[in-house]
């Protein structure tokens, strides 16, 4: 019976995925020469198709994301967080399908892709409100949320505080940090030639 089985026909599916790998091959030969880019485009759809979506998707859903995969992820995330970013946009970097994408990510984050973003502009928002004089309205935008308003909104939900007063208040304790770390350096050095005074003399 097996043998048999191995002198089937191939199912309609598989055939015309291998005259699809053929032609492709085709293309990227053809194009080599002539076309570089033409053959680069063509071996990169190869690729694509000779490693099937559901089989990664399998394997994701075992588990999460692979490290390569979060790594991947996390840096498109943190390159533009100043634009719109949506989840096929995201899930295509790996790529995955969209519902996939969002269980495996939020195995390996912890959380939605949503929230994930939304902590990762307010992370961004903190430290420009910390290391820049930008008002919160470039602050927001520059975080890829819509309006002050918006960051006003998203800020008080997840920090519990609203943002000019989270700057004040943490701009003014590194202001005194700095001011006690310069006091204590200062009398250290003021310090040092009184005792070099009252060494003994050889």
Known sequence: ?????????????????????EALLDDVRNAMERDPEAAHSAAVRLVSLL???AAAESEVARGGLAPWQKRKVDRYLQAHLQH???LDTLAEQIPLSVSHFCRAFKESFGTTPHMHIIRLRLELAQ???????????????AC??????????????MVGE?????????LTDAQADAGSRHSTASQSVRAAPMRDCMAPTP
């Open 1 to 21: 019976m097996d043998s048999l089985a191995s002198l089937a026909p191939p199912p309609e599916g598989a055939r015309s995925r291998d005259a699809l790998v």
């Open 127 to 141: 430290r420009l409100m910390l290391t820049t004089q930008d008002p919160l309205s470039q602050i927001a935008l």
């Open 84 to 86: 719109p970013l949506r």
């Open 51 to 53: 490693t099937p979506q």
């Open 162 to 170: 609203a943002p000019s007063a989270w700057r004040r208040r943490n």
């Open 144 to 157: 890829g949320l819509a309006d002050q308003a918006h960051l006003s909104k998203l800020f008080g939900r």
